[in-house]
């Protein structure tokens, strides 16, 4: 990295080296189709391309890249859940993220935080300890905490016993970090465009061509490609799509608002989550407060943003930091969550015969880009879903073993 800046000080013309190629037109066909180029698209191409020797895949993205809900989440990743299944899975996401700056040769600007789940009653308390308990068990850095503790690492917080909701204890999770969220998805394109995968932006898939229940190719709004085989992976957007490749998803799709404040001088550390409160907090290099709450209480395909939101939101950060009252919010958006019934993702094989899916991430899809490009590449190049990732098959639903996170999301709902 810094032989690159001091090269391009160097330079007589100051314009950088482009991170994509131009766009060229779309090919006849191709090994691998990914529909969707957002993290996990884009991730996963790369693990194709890289460790499988794939590289004859296109990523599809019907707007600009990563610009969905890669784009509108508020960048935190943890893997202090509630099944063994999901803490599995999501410590897999944290040991990759370690180490991606280097694997891509690309800054993305990882800040370990120590992560608080704060408990303002009895039953949270208990699903805490549960939390902590699975948490320790599969390796995973997790303690209940008491109000001291949660004072030495977070002396901001009202911790008054005079507090509507006073703070009991918390989930303790020192490795909860924050990445930044854009460097990660443009990380993964450039180094699987070197490898020779092709991006398309401005190409939205309007169909999937299929051969019997073989899925062999889409139509997009730029002309036909074919394939060998195909990956949607479309947060936000999955029922859609899958739709037009001939099945139907346990998806219900709700808008998830966020915002940032005004920028403030570094005090905040850790990440903060309230559940009863429906508040998480961090605070940014730029050092902007990034704040999420609730769900909307409605399922709708809108990523507006509203006053009601905002509103009901700042009522709640006043309650953990008073003294916030008169900082400013500067921008508000919202994602749209694909949300299963579990609480967990859908990855693997679909009733259509060469069609994969990544799909049903509700509020924690980010912080699975990771594992999620390495082990759906891993499925493709395979034929078959990698043990670490076949707990969240699309016929779970069918088989009624759910996998129960509702108990370890941030986000209220
Ligand atoms: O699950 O950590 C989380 C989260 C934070 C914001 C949305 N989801």
């Not at 314009?15 to 180029?37: C, E, H, K």
């Not at 890289?50 to 890249?65: M, Q, S």
């Not at 943003?305 to 006043?318: C, D, Q």
């Not at 069918?398 to 996170?405: N, W």
């Amino acid at each position: 990295m810094p032989f690159k800046l001091l090269r391009q000080g160097f330079r007589r013309t100051k314009a950088l080296d482009r991170i994509l190629p131009v766009q060229q037109p779309l090919a006849r066909n191709y090994d691998v189709i990914i529909i969707g180029g957002g993290g996990h698209g884009l991730a996963t191409a790369y693990y194709l391309a890289k460790y499988h020797g794939i590289r004859r895949v296109a990523v599809l993205e019907r707007g600009y890249l990563a610009g969905g809900n890669t784009a509108r989440n508020t960048a935190i990743v943890r893997s202090n859940y509630l099944t063994p299944e999901g803490v599995a899975f999501y410590a897999e996401s944290i040991s990759l993220f370690k180490t991606l700056s280097i694997e891509l040769d690309f800054n993305i600007m990882y800040s370990e935080r120590g992560h608080l789940t704060l408990a303002h009653t009895d039953a949270a308390i208990r699903t805490s300890r549960w939390r902590a308990e699975v948490n320790k068990h599969l390796g995973v850095d997790s303690e209940l905490i008491s109000p001291d503790e949660i004072r030495r690492l977070c002396p901001q917080l009202n911790l008054s016993s005079k507090a509507r909701y006073p703070i009991l204890g918390a989930l303790y999770h020192p490795p909860g970090a924050v990445v930044r969220h854009d460097a990660v998805a443009w990380g993964y394109a450039a180094a699987a465009a070197r490898l020779g995968v092709e991006i398309h932006v401005d190409t939205a898939v309007t169909g999937i061509i299929k051969d019997g229940n073989r899925a062999i190719g889409v139509k997009t709004s730029r002309g036909t490609a074919h394939a060998e085989r195909i990956l949607q992976a479309v947060a936000g957007s999955s029922s859609h799509v899958a739709e037009m490749a001939g099945f139907r998803l346990p998806i219900r799709t709700i808008p998830l608002q966020a915002c940032v404040s005004q920028p403030l001088k570094p005090f905040l550390d850790p990440i903060i989550v309230s559940g009863s409160l429906h508040v998480y907090v961090s605070q940014s290099s730029r050092g902007e407060l990034v704040m999420g709450g609730s769900t909307d209480p409605y399922p709708l395909y809108a990523s507006r943003s509203t006053l009601e939101f905002k509103e009901g939101l700042m009522a709640h950060m006043l309650e953990l930091f008073p003294f916030l009252a008169e900082i400013k919010v500067m921008r508000q958006w919202a994602g749209i969550a694909d949300m299963t019934p579990d609480f967990s993702p859908i990855m693997g094989v679909t009733p259509v015969d060469n069609y994969f899916i990544d799909a049903g991430w509700g509020t924690w899809g980010f912080k699975a880009t990771p594992v999620c490009g390495k082990r759906l590449a891993e499925m493709i190049a395979n034929g078959r879903p990698p043990k670490l990732i076949e707990p969240f098959a699309l016929n779970r639903f069918q088989r009624f073993v759910q996998i129960g996170e509702r108990g370890a999301a941030s986000v209220g709902h």
